[in-house]
C-alpha cells in the first residue's frame, strides 16, 4: 500500500510539480556535490599554504562527515517536524557559509572548523532528499527520481574536479581561497532557486498537512527502525559503502597524479567516474526493482573492488576501466541502500527522515574514517597501495554484508 504523507486533495505523485520540486532538490544537492568536491583538487596548495602534511589534510578532508556524524540524527527529526521546504534552504546557506570560512582560514584548526560547519548542513540535504522524493514519487518512478537527484553531487564534482586546476585556480592567479568563495556563492544561488520553486501552493500545502499529522515519540520510531534486522544491515552496511565513495572521492587526484599524472591531467581524469555515476545513476536505480535490488547492489559491490585493484597498476587500460568502475558503483551504491531501506517494512516516507538520519549518522563514520584512514597510511608508507587493499577488503565485506544479511534472512520470509 502506498504511505504518502498528507491528506491533500491533489495526489502529490501524479501532481505534474513534483518534477519542478525534483530540479529545485538537483539543485540543492549540486551544490553540494560541488562544495565537497572543492578541496580535493587543490590539495597541492592548500597543503604547501597552510604548511599540512597528508594525514592531517585527510583530518580536514574528514572534518565535515565527522560533524555529519553527531548531527544526522537531530536533523532528520529536525526535517520530519518543520519540512523539507525550509530545511533545505538552511542547509544550503549552512554550506555556503562553510565556503567562506574556507577562505579565511590560516592553520590547520581554522580549515578544520570551517569544513566542518558543513557537517550541519549536509544532513539536512542528505535526508531530505530521498523523503521528498518518497513523498512525490511512487513505484519505479521513484528509483527514477532518485537516479536523477543523485547526478546532481555527482555533476557538481564533475565541474569541480576537471575546471578548478584547469580554468578556475589560474582566473584567480592560484588562489585557492577564491575559488572557495567562487563555489560558496553558486550555492547561496542554488538555495535562493530552491525558495522559489518550494513556494508553490502545493508545496506549502504538503508541508502543512505533514505539520498537522498527529507525532509519534521520537524513540519509539528509532526502537521499530532497530528492530527490522534488514534496516541494521543496511546501517552497517553505510559504513562501507561511505567509506569507499569518501576515500576515493576525496583523494583521487591525488592518487592519479602519484602514478606520474600533471595536476591539470589528474583533475580530468578523476571526473570520469564522475561522469559515469551521472550516467549510471539514470539508468541503474531505475532498473533496481526488489526482484533484482540484490543482485544489482551485489554487481556494483563487485566493481568497486575491482576499482580499487585496477587502480594499482597506473597509466593504461586499467586505469580507464579502475575510473569506470568506480563511476558505476560510487553512483548508485548509496541510491540503491537508501531504496532498501526507504522500502523496508517500518519505514515509508512517513519515517523516512527519522531512517534518513539513522542512515547516514552511521554512514558518516565510514565518510570520516576513509579519508582519514587513507591520508595516515599514505604518511606510513609513502604511498596509497596499501590504502588501495583496506578498499579492496571493504568491498569484500559489504558483499558478505549483502549476502548473509540481507539477502538470506529475505530468502528465509518466502512461504
Known amino acids: 500500500m502506498n504511505q504518502t504523507i498528507g491528506v491533500s486533495a491533489a495526489d502529490p505523485t501524479q501532481h505534474p510539480y513534483r518534477w519542478a520540486m525534483l530540479f529545485g532538490v538537483w539543485l540543492i544537492y549540486f551544490a553540494f556535490g560541488l562544495t565537497i568536491s572543492a578541496l580535493a583538487p587543490m590539495v597541492g596548495p592548500i597543503t604547501k599554504d597552510l604548511g599540512l602534511s597528508h594525514g592531517a589534510m585527510g583530518t580536514v578532508l574528514g572534518a565535515w562527515p565527522f560533524i555529519y556524524i553527531g548531527a544526522a540524527v537531530p536533523c532528520g527529526i529536525l526535517l520530519d517536524r518543520v519540512g523539507a521546504r525550509r530545511a533545505l534552504l538552511l542547509a544550503a546557506m549552512i554550506m555556503a557559509a562553510s565556503g567562506?570560512?574556507?577562505?579565511?582560514?590560516?592553520?590547520?584548526?581554522?580549515?578544520f572548523l570551517a569544513v566542518g560547519i558543513f557537517g550541519f548542513g549536509g544532513p539536512l540535504i542528505s535526508i531530505g532528499a530521498p523523503k521528498i522524493i518518497a513523498e512525490w514519487f511512487e513505484g519505479k518512478e521513484r528509483g527514477f527520481a532518485m537516479g536523477i537527484y543523485i547526478t546532481g553531487p555527482a555533476i557538481g564534482g564533475i565541474l569541480s574536479l576537471s575546471l578548478t586546476n584547469a580554468v578556475v585556480l589560474p582566473f584567480h592567479d592560484g588562489d585557492w581561497r577564491m575559488v572557495v568563495?567562487?563555489?560558496?556563492?553558486?550555492?547561496?544561488?542554488?538555495?535562493?532557486?530552491?525558495?522559489?520553486?518550494?513556494q508553490h501552493p502545493e508545496a506549502r500545502a504538503r508541508e502543512a498537512?505533514?505539520?498537522?499529522?498527529?507525532?509519534?515519540?521520537?524513540?519509539?520510531?528509532?526502537r521499530e527502525l532497530m528492530a527490522n534486522p534488514v534496516v541494521r544491515?543496511?546501517?552497517?552496511?553505510?559504513i562501507g559503502i561511505f567509506f569507499f565513495n569518501h576515500g576515493t572521492s576525496n583523494w583521487l587526484p591525488e592518487i592519479l597524479k602519484s602514478t606520474g599524472m600533471s595536476p591539470v591531467d589528474a583533475?580530468?581524469?578523476?571526473?570520469?567516474?564522475?561522469?559515469?555515476g551521472v550516467i549510471g545513476?539514470?539508468?541503474?536505480?531505475?532498473?533496481?526493482?526488489?526482484?533484482r535490488r540484490g543482485a544489482i547492489l551485489g554487481g556494483l559491490f563487485v566493481l568497486a573492488g575491482l576499482c580499487t585493484?585496477?587502480?594499482q597498476l597506473g597509466e593504461g587500460p586499467g586505469l580507464i576501466l579502475a575510473l569506470i568502475f568506480q563511476g558505476l558503483a560510487r553512483g548508485s551504491m548509496m541510491t540503491i541502500a537508501l531504496l532498501f531501506l526507504v522500502e523496508a517494512r517500518g519505514v515509508g516516507s512517513k519515517n523516512a527522515g527519522s531512517a534518513g538520519g539513522l542512515f547516514f549518522s552511521a554512514a558518516e563514520v565510514g565518510g570520516v574514517s576513509g579519508p582519514v584512514a587513507i591520508g595516515v597510511i599514505h604518511d606510513i608508507t609513502g604511498g596509497f597501495t596499501v590504502s588501495l587493499w583496506v578498499l579492496t577488503g571493504?568491498?569484500?565485506l559489504l558483499l558478505l554484508g549483502l549476502v548473509f544479511g540481507i539477502h538470506r534472512p529475505a530468502a528465509k520470509t518466502v512461504p
Open 100 to 111: 567562506l570560512c574556507r577562505a579565511v582560514a590560516v592553520d590547520h584548526l581554522s580549515l
Open 281 to 291: 545513476s539514470l539508468t541503474i536505480p531505475r532498473l533496481a526493482t526488489p526482484e
Open 394 to 396: 571493504i568491498c569484500a
Open 309 to 311: 585493484l585496477l587502480l
Open 233 to 238: 544491515v543496511i546501517l552497517l552496511m553505510s
Open 181 to 198: 568563495l567562487d563555489y560558496a556563492a553558486v550555492t547561496a544561488i542554488a538555495g535562493l532557486l530552491w525558495l522559489l520553486i518550494a
Open 209 to 222: 498537512a505533514e505539520k498537522a499529522m498527529p507525532k509519534r515519540p521520537q524513540l519509539e520510531i528509532f
Open 267 to 276: 583533475g580530468y581524469w578523476a571526473a570520469l567516474p564522475t561522469i559515469v
